[in-house]
Nanobody, 122 residues
Framework: QVQLVESGGGLVQTGGSLRLSCAAS????????MGWFRQAPGKEREFVAK????????YYADSTKGRFTISRDNAKNTVYLQMNSLEPEDTAVYYC???????????????WGQGTQVTVSS
């Protein structure tokens, strides 16, 4: 079992930045690929970014590429999402997720956090 707790959400103006954190507890954090997803009101949850077990491999949704950066600190059992140049379209609840397989985490995440709200005002 892996428990995930997100933090760092809030209200920011267009063009601003936020850094989300996701703290993990339970089984060995470094055994899991980690991902960030988001869900806007009235929309389905969508993939944002993912990172491999050691942090060397990353992949981003087209909508976030170049603006968001995912990273992890295995010593702190934490994954981060640095979000820059935020736009109103980025407004959503952001969730972190864990899965043993980096290749399939987008569709088969095993563990989810409770989410943190990000609101970008225009």
């Amino acid at each position: 079992q892996v428990q995930l707790v997100e933090s760092g959400g809030g209200l920011v103006q267009t063009g601003g930045s936020l850094r989300l954190s996701c703290a993990a507890s339970g089984r060995t954090f470094s055994s899991y690929a980690m991902g960030w997803f988001r869900q806007a009101p009235g929309k389905e949850r969508e993939f944002v970014a993912k990172i491999g077990l050691r942090g060397y491999s990353t992949y981003y949704a087209d909508s976030t590429k170049g603006r968001f950066t995912i990273s992890r600190d295995n010593a702190k059992n934490t994954v981060y999402l640095q979000m820059n140049s935020l736009e109103p379209e980025d407004t959503a609840v952001y969730y972190c997720a864990a899965h043993p397989n980096y290749a399939t985490i987008r569709s088969r995440a095993d563990y989810w956090g409770q989410g943190t709200q990000v609101t970008v005002s225009s």
